[in-house]
């Protein structure tokens, strides 16, 4: 019996091992076949492009009122309303413009990792550590109740890392510590579709822009980047060469490409037709990890915000770093630019959010 | 759930997902990378952060400005 159990258990090993050096040889394989279509480099393909001048940007406003450090927030599509949540519990809807707070409502849980805006304005969804994203309607009644209003859409095993409304109220998309992303139906809290192939947490996802039709890109402690077909659930093409977790994807403006920023101290760019890295964004003194990215309107920018409190602007076509911008107290967890470009916002574990224009 | 699944169980996803990217079409980046940047150069004069906008005219830059909502 002894010896049996021995062998079923050396079985077992040799079944794990052939695994792992089968999948090595394969991901060898996607290298060989990616690296035969990378003729240029990016910045190569760049090099006539002008170089661009000195950046002035300063922050504007100063958004103060949460208790806690900020974690994630979201504009509104009528370019002015910011939602914002913290590790204190507390999600906020502010006036950026004039700085004034215009709902607040107080999650039954602490490390609220994910707060979003309805593409109406009429809504806001938000959840963390109670692992369901919920989803909370705005009303400009005067002693309003948001807490009452509440609907959970959302459930997953662990955290929520991230949500994001699609094109309408109507659905809502998903990322969690349980390794997963989901896909719900916001009225009846029913999963449309999930999403699996990440092996650990998942930490950020972000949609393509609507004219590239239906997927969206998601990034993971698993160091992989990965982008799905929200149809059919399956993940179309993934990508390992970062070194460390993946805190923030972002689509590129014309939806052709995605950014990264991650634990590593890099940002990446990812060109989906040509299937591989294109550009990393990174400097030997910079040795913090990366926590949020994202991109001017027309792309050449990437405004990145760090765990060492600062927010690099990196040329995009070039891969150099155009301005450094000073002003948080504490690590920079989210930032992004408004939807019409004019400005964009960051939030940091100082307690407070800023827009820089 | 990835935090459900055994190493095996993990090894075999992956696997399986490898398997069908090795099939996916590439284009090249000589080509691709052009049409990064020539999406940047027509867009490059509507992006207020690249160019700038006049003090006047971002409801950002001139706190209390006259705004029509």
């Known amino acids: 019996m002894h010896s049996r159990m021995a062998t079923e258990g050396l079985r077992e090993n040799e079944t794990l091992a052939s695994l792992k050096s089968e999948a090595e040889s394969l991901k060898g394989k996607l290298e060989e076949e990616r690296a035969k279509l990378h003729d240029v480099e990016l910045h190569q393909v760049a090099e006539r492009v002008e170089a661009l001048g000195q950046f002035v940007m300063k922050t504007r406003r100063t958004l103060k009122g949460h208790g806690n450090k900020v974690l994630c927030m979201d504009w509104c599509k009528d370019k002015r309303r910011i939602v914002s949540s913290s590790q204190d519990g507390k999600v906020i809807v502010w006036d950026s413009f004039t700085t004034n707070k215009e709902h607040a409502v107080t999650m039954p849980c602490t490390w609220v990792m994910a707060c979003a805006y309805a593409p109406s304005g009429c809504a806001i969804a938000c959840g963390g550590l109670d692992n369901k994203c919920s989803v909370y309607p705005l009303t400009f009644e005067k002693n309003e109740n948001m807490a009452a209003k509440k609907k959970s859409v959302a459930m997953h095993t662990n955290y929520l890392s991230a949500c994001s409304f699609t094109n309408s109220d109507m659905q809502i998309l998903t990322a969690s510590g349980d390794g997963t992303c989901a896909l719900w139906d916001v009225e009846s809290g029913q999963l449309l579709q999930s999403f699996h192939g990440h092996g650990a947490d998942v930490l950020c996802l972000d949609l393509a822009p609507s004219e590239t039709g239906n997927t969206f890109v998601s990034g993971g402690c698993d160091k992989k980047a990965m982008v799905w077909d929200m149809r059919s659930g399956q993940c179309i093409q993934s990508f390992e060469t970062h070194d460390s977790d993946i805190n923030s994807v972002r689509y590129y403006p014309s939806g052709d490409a995605f950014a990264s920023g991650s634990d590593d101290a890099t940002c990446r760019l990812y060109d989906l037709r040509a299937d591989r890295e294109v550009a990393i964004y990174s400097k030997e003194s910079i040795i913090f990890g990366a926590s949020s990215v994202d991109f001017s309107l027309s792309g050449r920018l990437l405004f990145a915000g760090y765990n060492d409190y600062t927010i690099n602007v990196w040329d995009v076509l070039k891969g150099s770093r155009v301005s450094i911008l000073f002003g948080h107290e504490n690590r920079v967890s989210t930032l992004r630019v408004s939807p019409d470009g004019t400005a964009f916002c960051s939030g940091s574990w100082d307690h407070t959010l800023r827009i820089w224009a | ?69």
Do not use: H, W
């Not at chain 2, 095996?8 to 080509?31: F, H």
């Not at chain 2, 940047?37 to 004069?45: F, H, P, R």
């Open chain 2, 1 to 69: 759930m990835a935090q459900d699944m055994t190493e095996k169980e993990l090894l075999k996803m992956e696997l399986d997902q490898l398997k069908k990217e090795v099939k996916n079409e590439r284009q090249m980046v000589s080509k691709t990378g052009k049409e990064l940047k020539e999406y940047i150069e027509s867009m490059a004069g509507e992006d207020p952060l690249l160019k700038g906008v006049p003090e006047d005219k971002n409801p950002f830059k001139e706190k209390g400005g006259c705004i029509i909502s």
